[in-house]
């Protein structure tokens, strides 16, 4: 069985059904394959099926979001800053920018040793003051569980190099 799409001369779509191509082709030239609602039997098959194209149109659309996400993804991740601020809008990440500049300007950055310092200072075996650096998901977890106050964050790449 093939299920064709057909189309009269006056531009009318139909569905012709036959054994095969050759069916068609055979009783198309017998003029035996007519339109329905003129009954021209000049009947071309269409070059591309509405059916197949349906089917094909159906899957890319639900897909089309997809690539177009993950192109929007892609693009805010260029910036070196793979956080998510770059999903923020304009307006809250040029607002979150200007904090994380205030944080870097009024901090120390103790890098590594983050962790340590933190503790040190909660001892008081060294002078309280605002530090920054990096910690691990595990370091931070300790750090809360022993009550010493640790806010993650992300920094933008841009903040630290206005200050390089
Ligand atoms: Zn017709």
Sequence with gaps: MKVL????????VFEGWFGSEDDFQGQKQRGL???PLCG??????????P??????????ATEAPAPAQ?????????????????LLPPALQAAWLALARKV???TEDVGARFAQEARRMHHGEVQERAIRGQATADEAVQL???GIAVVPLPLP?????TLQ
């Design 144 to 146: 809360l569980e022993e």
């Design 33 to 35: 394959v007519q339109c």
């Design 157 to 161: 790449v841009a903040a630290k190099e």
């Design 104 to 106: 870097v300007a009024n």
């Design 51 to 60: 059916r197949l194209n349906l089917g094909a149109r159906a899957p890319a």
């Design 70 to 86: 993950a192109a929007a993804t892609a693009g805010g991740a260029q910036g070196a800053t793979p956080s998510e601020a770059a």
């Design 5 to 12: 799409d057909l189309q009269c001369r006056q531009g009318h």
């Design 40 to 49: 021209d039997d000049h009947i071309e098959k269409r070059l591309s099926a």
